[in-house]
């Protein structure tokens, strides 16, 4: 299978299958000197690992990362850096009954078309425990920015859960103290409730995350095709079950009026540019403003599910099926950190080609 790799000059391919004997990412282009090691990229893969609550899939998986070449004395050497994670809790078994069949709404059926073999037990490619590689490398993203760009801060967090969005005032400090990554604790009960019972129904269901980046330099991206929005768009919807990525407004730009949507420009007392408002989403013309960078992405409810559903089989006949196997009941819980991570590695990617054309920027204000 082609088309593994990410990225112009920090480039991450993955491999690895979902009940294979392992995964991880192979990263070329990271700067040298940077300081990594394997407890500061496992921080970011503890808060994606599966079984962390009640409400994700149950498989037991520790996540933990090795770096097999790229690093030494903790720093990175300027060559690729080797990341891998072992599987150690699949269960092949769980999806023996699925091996002829195609799960609705599952990458099942494109990739036999396509490919005339698909890996079923899991999913195999198609399969959210791909995730877990971009995590990694976005780890070693993550230090490098904290390098390259010291200011530059990326969170993540749900804005809606199915019909559900956040009730309430938002509060930061709630979005690592509830399952669920919402900044609001109220919500965060509402959502477990209306989770518990789908859940328990062998149903599941969609959600939207937001990603935030703060203190992006101005004059990453660059016109036309090599668009920060573009890169970042394309980034988030490469996650497994994503179907919508918006910057910004987004589609609800579509309903403002010219006057409703420019951001307004002032001079601030520190000699830069100030805006009234952020619209845009932090990128105008594909090139960064200096403002929040805003991305929102939206998931797609887990497809397998214990509900019966008709498909047909591999020779085409009808068929009912029910997935077994322990699943994720909303993905988009763990699609937070993944999302987070897919941000770090673009705006590394970015500021790297900024740098190689550019060095500093040119345009002066004031």
Known sequence: ???????HLFRVTTWGESHGPALGATVDGCPPGIMIDEEMIQLWLDKRKPGTSKYTTQRREPDQVRILSGVFEGQTTGTPVQLMIENTDHRSKDYGDIAEKFRPGHADITYWQKYGI???????RSSARETAARVAAGGLARAALQ???PGIEIQGYMTQMGPHGITGERDVS?????PFWVPSAETAQTWADYLESLRKSGNSVGAIIEVV???VPPGLGAPVYGKLDTDLAAAMMSINAVKGVEIGEGMAAAMLTGEDNADEIFMGNDGRPVYSSNHAGGILGGISTGQDVVVRFAVKPTSSILKPRQTITKSGQAAEIITKGRH???VGIRAVPVGEAMMACVLLDHLLLHRGQIGQNRGKIG
């Open 1 to 7: 299978m082609s088309l593994n790799t990410f990225g």
């Open 118 to 124: 698909r890996d079923y037990r899991g999913g195999g």
């Open 147 to 149: 390098t390259l760009a």
């Open 174 to 178: 709630q979005i690592e103290q509830n």
């Open 213 to 215: 980046a703060r203190n």
């Open 328 to 330: 994720d009941p909303c």
